[in-house]
């Protein structure tokens, strides 16, 4: 979907008086389709959700509290994926996700640091398929998948700061139709998150600072006024939905979201990320 597209379709819905706008918040982003295909093996280096993760060979297996984090989903950024965000990414590399799926951190608790780690591997690196630690053969790991890709508009949700505040109760419902539709495939590379429960930006900002956002506490805190100043620092960097074909699950068929500070990711800090769960 181009820009004129989504101009055109925003019309189609009676939200021609604010095309403009949502244009312009609009955030270009890669959205991905699992494939489950048992004949043919994912290429090393190849974007791909579940299986077995491609490492250097010296790279030691990522853990948490002494235990092997689980391998979540790799994807490739030489194939014109980078290019299908807003996001600064690098042209080539890889971009590797692992979770704690022992404890299922949800995000909401400074203690929950670590739950999720990325690591990046430039083209140079060399990469080989590392089977999976025998602590994680009866649970913690999923089925691999191939993943398509495809590039995409996303739009604001309407918790968003970039969400118009002067749309109208009588087109909202259309909005909130078309917004829906265009994050419905569930993983994704950059743009806005399909969100489930509330806006993350706000959460990540405080947690990431030491405040526990499990209840009001840390959003009451003397320090989240000082802190507010860098919730628009926040950005998506990827999300990873629930997927029947990897036997993947989050909650009751939740979402991890992956944030990132703008600054950390110019800087490819990719270790400074911090990871949300949400489900119904």
């Known amino acids: 979907m181009t820009n004129d597209d989504l101009r055109e379709t925003l019309e189609d819905e009676g939200l021609a008086d604010y095309a403009e706008k949502l244009v312009s918040a609009s955030k270009l982003c890669t959205q991905f389709v699992s494939v489950r295909d048992k004949a043919t093996a994912v290429a090393i280096g190849s974007s791909k959700i579940g299986g077995e993760p491609d490492l250097p060979p010296d790279f030691p297996w990522p853990e948490r509290d002494s235990r092997p984090m689980s391998f979540i989903a790799q994807i490739q950024l030489a194939d014109g994926t980078s290019s299908r965000t807003d996001l600064p990414l690098p042209s080539s590399g890889l971009l590797s996700l692992f979770y704690d799926t022992e404890d299922m951190p949800w995000g909401y608790d400074p203690k929950h640091a670590g739950g999720a780690k990325v ?20 649970e913690g790991w999923f089925l691999e998948c191939h993943l398509e890709a495809y590039e995409t508009i996303t739009l604001p949700n309407y918790q968003s700061s970039e969400f118009p505040a002067d749309i109208s109760d009588d087109v909202f419902g259309g909005y909130f139709d078309l917004q829906s539709e265009l994050s419905q495939s569930g993983h994704q590379l950059g743009g806005y998150p399909a969100v489930i429960q509330d806006s993350m930006e706000l959460e990540c900002q405080l947690v990431s600072h030491g405040l526990y956002c499990g209840n009001a506490t840390g959003y009451n805190d003397p320090r989240a006024e000082t802190l507010q100043a860098g919730v628009a620092d926040w950005q998506l960097l990827m999300q990873i939905d629930s997927d029947d074909n990897a036997d993947m699950m989050w909650g009751d068929c939740g ?24 489900c119904y």
């Open 255 to 278: 979402r991890l979201y992956v944030w990132i500070r703008k600054q950390d990711l110019a800087e490819q800090r990719f270790d400074k990320t911090w990871t949300i769960l949400q």
């Open 119 to 138: 690591f990046y591997f430039d083209n140079d690196t060399p990469l080989s398929r590392r089977k999976t630690p025998e602590a994680l053969e009866d």
